[in-house]
């Protein structure tokens, strides 16, 4: 793996770029502004999700202008075990937080953001992986992140392996957790 020590986004796309081939299903579990919709467009077929409908017009906006598809739905993550598929999804990607100037309060929630990993650990295909990039520096992220170290660190040892990437000297920068199926 390239850039060990670069920046958790760039860290979580190369994550991604190995994990997905072209004919794999990805979610999109927090659209937000469509960066992330359209990296993974890219590569394979693409679910995205947001509570924000003006998330969704700036995802489609951005989809267009690079002539790329995703199916957006308006719908939390924590009812992500509603959608159906003609197969299981092989990434499912959570970049938490709110949407850059908007609405700070529209941020991922500590609960919501627990309940959706629980059940996407559920849909996933055997061989599947899980993307969450934590933002630490504001209160509800420091929860989030927080809550999200304990479900992980409990998650069985035969059945995940998991990894969080973060900086051991700056506890607000931005963290990156990976969890994948052991086949
Ligand atoms: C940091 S932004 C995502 C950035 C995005 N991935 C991008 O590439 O631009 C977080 C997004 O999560 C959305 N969000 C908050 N709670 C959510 C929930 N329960 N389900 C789905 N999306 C949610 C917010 O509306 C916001 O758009």
Known sequence: MEKTFSPHLTL???????????ND????ATCGNGHDTLFLSEICTVIGL???EKA???????????QKNATLHLLSH??????????APRLIVYNLGYLPHADKTLTTKTDSTIESVRKSLQILAKDGAISITCYP????G?????????????????????????WCDRPKAPSL???SSII
Request: glycine share 2%.
């Open 12 to 22: 979580a796309k190369t994550y991604w770029k190995d994990h997905i081939q072209p």
């Open 25 to 28: 299903i990805a979610i999109d």
């Open 50 to 52: 947001d509570i924000q």
């Open 56 to 66: 969704l017009q700036n995802t489609q906006k951005l989809l267009q202008k690079h």
């Open 78 to 87: 924590a009812l992500i075990d509603t959608l159906s598929f003609s197969y």
């Open 137 to 140: 520096g504001h209160s509800e």
């Open 142 to 166: 420091e929860k989030e992140q927080s809550a999200l170290e304990i479900f992980i660190s409990e998650l069985p040892s035969d059945r995940w392996k998991v990894t969080h990437h973060k």
């Open 177 to 179: 957790i990976w969890i």
